[in-house]
C-alpha cells in the first residue's frame, strides 16, 4: 500500500524567511502533485512532477523530485501572507500509461504572519 | 468551460437516507474521480472512470457508494442508508491522458459537503 507522508505538518513562520515542506513515499513512482486548499475551498494544482530531478517554480515556491530517495520538496522563499494554506502532495502510483487516483499527504497547515 | 462542476454544494440528511451527488467534468476530459475529505485530512481517492467505464474502485468504497458515469459526461455518487460516518467532503476531479507534459494532472471542483445527522 502506497504511503505519502508531509512534515512539517503544522508550519507557522514569518514573512520574509524561506522553508521546505518535504513530502516522502513508500513506493517506486515518477509523478507527484503538488495542490494549495484554503479554508473551505477546493484544492487548486500547484506543481506537476513527472520525472527524476524534475523542478517547476511559479513566484515564490519551487518543487523538485527525487525518485531515486522517494522525496520531493516544495521551497517557499521570501514567505508572503498570502501563501498561508494548507499544501498537499499527492503521488500517482502507476508509472508508464496507467493511471488511478492520486494518494495525497495529509497536508502542510502553514501560517505566514506579518 | 470554466472547470469541474458539483451539485449540490452542501447536504443535510439523517441517518438512514439516500443521497446522489452530481459532477460535470472539464468538457475535454476523458477521465473523472472521486475523492472523499473529512477534516483535517488529505483527500481519499474512492473511484475512478475513464470515459464511461469504472476502472478502479477504492476498498473505501462500500457496498453502499455506487457511481455511475453514463455516456462519459456527467458522473453521480450515490449513498445509500447514509451513517453519520459519511460526513465529509465529497470531491469530484477530472484530467486528461492527451496531454503529456500533464499526464494525470487533476483538476477539482468545490466539492459536496455532507452532513448526516
Known amino acids: 500500500e502506497l504511503k505519502v507522508e508531509q512534515n512539517p505538518l503544522f508550519l507557522s513562520m514569518q514573512e520574509g524567511k524561506n522553508y521546505t515542506i518535504y513530502c516522502n513515499y513508500s513506493?517506486?513512482?515518477?509523478?507527484l502533485y503538488w495542490y494549495r486548499q484554503d479554508p473551505g475551498k477546493s484544492l487548486e494544482s500547484l506543481f506537476v512532477?513527472?520525472?527524476?530531478?524534475a523542478v517547476k517554480q511559479e513566484g515564490r515556491l519551487m518543487a523538485s523530485l527525487d525518485t531515486k530517495a522517494r522525496l520531493s520538496t516544495l521551497h517557499i522563499t521570501a514567505a508572503v501572507h498570502d501563501l498561508s494554506a494548507t499544501y498537499f502532495c499527492?503521488?500517482?502510483?502507476?508509472?508508464?500509461?496507467?493511471?488511478?487516483?492520486?494518494?495525497f499527504g495529509k497536508g502542510t497547515h502553514l501560517i505566514i504572519q506579518p | 468551460d470554466t472547470g469541474v462542476s458539483q451539485d449540490p454544494r452542501h447536504k443535510i440528511t439523517k441517518r438512514g437516507q439516500n443521497v446522489t451527488f452530481r459532477c460535470d467534468p472539464i468538457?475535454?476530459?476523458?477521465?473523472l474521480y472521486w475523492y472523499r475529505q473529512t477534516l483535517g485530512q488529505g483527500p481519499e481517492f474512492l473511484t475512478y472512470?475513464?470515459?464511461?467505464?469504472?476502472?478502479?474502485k477504492s476498498r473505501l468504497l462500500s457496498d453502499r457508494f455506487s457511481a455511475e458515469r453514463p455516456k462519459g459526461s456527467f458522473s453521480t455518487l450515490e449513498i445509500q442508508r447514509t451513517e453519520q460516518g459519511d460526513s465529509a467532503m465529497y470531491l469530484c476531479?477530472?484530467?486528461?491522458?492527451?496531454?503529456?507534459?500533464?499526464?494525470?494532472?487533476?483538476?477539482f471542483g468545490p466539492g459536496t459537503r455532507l452532513t448526516v445527522l
Open positions: 472512470f475513464q470515459n464511461e467505464a469504472q476502472l478502479e
Open positions: 512532477l513527472l520525472s527524476n530531478g
Open positions: 499527492a503521488v500517482d502510483p502507476y508509472s508508464g500509461g496507467g493511471a488511478d487516483g492520486l494518494t
Open positions: 476531479a477530472s484530467s486528461s491522458n492527451r496531454d503529456s507534459s500533464s499526464y494525470n494532472e487533476q483538476f
Open positions: 513506493t517506486t513512482s515518477d509523478r
Open positions: 468538457s475535454e476530459h476523458n477521465r
